[in-house]
């Protein structure tokens, strides 16, 4: 005996069917499953469908043998559960008995071939069920209240992106316009960091979701500056933009409070080459290393095409005004500096006035009893040469090998280059500074330079001879700028 003639004998033992066709036909179309032919034969007759060639060899066409046809099975409906509606399952909302079952029925449509008609179709039913029960509400009220969370659903989306995009009001000084921040910058001493905003530009969303809300500019807006934004229609937007010349957007400024100077701006770049939240760290921690209240606020430097006067051309100057043009030309050609007005001639004078100060007029007695004046030379004696300076000391230290493992530090030099060195924790910053020193040729000229770090930057100046372990300078990036 086959394989495929036990299973159809197994097949007509288990249903107590004779028909050897019939068999063999739901074990094809079971692929020679036993037990799935077996549930396909007895779900076909529950349901009636083969009654007229039943399992029990009644049928007719009278292959049992038998002209009796029996009965059908009553049919029968059975309730599971209550389904108000056909996506009862799939609804979030409300007290739905439903909400247990979520994980299992999202899981099973997943790995459905149907499932994305199946969750459109449910999500589409829902939402009608929920415009039904809105029109047939027992009173105004809870109407009016299923109509705001079905507005808050529909919403939900926009509502996502306009978070995302929304203008960081956890940062921004919104008492008093732009006069008012400025007057709190300058009360607290900080700066005043100033952002105007155009909405036809992706740009300046894109920088509330990338910029403001990156923790560290977070931090760095919090300890050094009081943030303003604005956009450019409103009436202090408009202002601002034609007081400080904007022509672009995004627009960002730092502006000293005290004067209302613009000290630093950068407007109007593109998505290909953004303004990133580790640039602007950067640049805000390198503003406030360069720029303090402690200092008086700086004058704008003049023009000096401006401040120069012009010359004159020839054909319009006097004789005496040319003469004295020649004058001058030839005493430049022969090496004198002689000025029209004896700035030069005072200057001089001034230096003489400044050497008689090293002598003092004392009196003498002859041996006639008449004193004379005589001019005694008090003039101090050549200084001895002074000891090596700090620099020189510096340059002369013996950095050692750079260890494999300790403070790992990098430097922001002054030609903008960065350069990362380890050192032993246990040493004195005193070897940071003769690092420096070393790596910059202007420094072995004699150029003089300071070490900034932390926020606000700090002059490490007053720890040069404190460990760097103590300093808490391993990871640091320290700023060097020149004198």
């Not at 799935?36 to 043998?65: K, N, R």
């Not at 007057?183 to 952002?195: G, H, I, Q, S, Y």
């Not at 770049?269 to 990133?276: A, C, G, S, Y």
Request: hydrophobic content about 35%; charged content about 30%; overall charge negative.
């Amino acid at each position: 005996m086959s394989d495929n003639d036990e299973l159809v004998s197994q097949f007509l033992a288990f249903t107590g069917s004779s028909d050897t066709e019939r068999a063999a036909s739901y074990l094809e179309m079971s692929n020679n499953d036993l037990q799935t032919a077996v549930g396909l034969y007895l779900e076909h007759q529950a349901g009636g469908g083969g009654a007229a060639s039943g399992g029990s060899g009644m049928g007719a066409s009278g292959i049992g043998g038998d002209d009796e046809v029996r009965a059908p099975d009553a049919t029968r409906t059975m309730r599971l559960m209550d389904d108000p509606g056909p996506a009862a399952g799939l609804m979030m909302g409300g007290n739905n008995p439903y909400m247990a079952m979520n994980s299992m029925l999202s899981e099973q449509l997943a790995t459905s071939a149907f499932a994305r008609d199946a969750v459109n179709s449910a999500v589409a039913a829902a939402a009608a069920a929920d415009d039904e029960s809105m029109e047939g509400g027992e009173d105004e009220k809870e109407d009016d209240e299923d109509g705001e969370d079905n507005g808050r659903k529909k919403k939900a989306g926009v509502a996502g992106l306009a978070d995302m995009f929304a203008p960081p009001h956890h940062l921004m000084y919104k008492e008093g316009g732009f006069e008012g921040a400025r007057t709190m910058a300058k009360d607290n001493k900080r700066w005043l960091l100033v952002n105007l905003q155009r909405d036809s530009e992706f740009s300046c969303h894109a920088l509330n979701r990338d910029v403001w809300r990156d923790e560290l500019v977070e931090n760095l807006i919090r300890e050094g500056f009081i943030f303003w934004q604005e956009m450019d229609v409103a009436p202090e937007g408009a202002i601002y933009a034609e007081r400080y010349k904007v022509f672009d957007f995004p627009h960002i400024g730092i502006i000293d409070p005290r004067t209302r100077r613009l000290l630093w701006k950068k407007e109007g770049w593109t998505q290909q080459n953004p303004l990133t939240a580790e640039q602007f760290a950067e640049t805000a921690m390198d503003f406030c290393s360069r720029h303090s209240f402690d200092k008086p606020p700086q004058a704008p430097r003049p023009n000096s095409a401006a401040a120069r006067p012009t010359k004159r051309p020839m054909h319009e100057m006097s004789e005496e005004e040319q003469l004295q043009a020649a004058m001058r030309e030839s005493l430049k050609e022969s090496g004198a500096n002689l000025d029209d007005d004896g700035d030069d001639d005072e200057d001089e004078y001034i230096m003489e006035e400044d050497d008689d100060d090293d002598v003092q007029i004392v009196a003498e007695t002859g041996a006639g009893g008449d004193s004379k004046p005589q001019a005694v030379d008090t003039k101090e004696e050549k200084p001895k040469p002074a000891a090596p300076s700090m620099l020189d000391q510096l340059l002369a230290l013996d950095l050692g090998d750079e260890p494999e493992k300790g403070a790992r530090i990098q430097f922001r030099m002054p030609d903008g280059k960065r350069k990362i060195r380890k050192f032993d924790p246990s040493q004195n910053v005193r070897l940071i500074y003769a690092f420096v020193a070393q790596s910059m040729p202007e420094s072995k000229d004699g150029k003089e330079f300071v070490l900034m770090a932390g926020f606000p930057p700090k002059d490490l100046i007053t720890d040069i001879d404190n460990t760097i372990d103590s300093c808490s300078l391993s990871g640091e990036a320290i700023t060097v700028r020149w004198k």
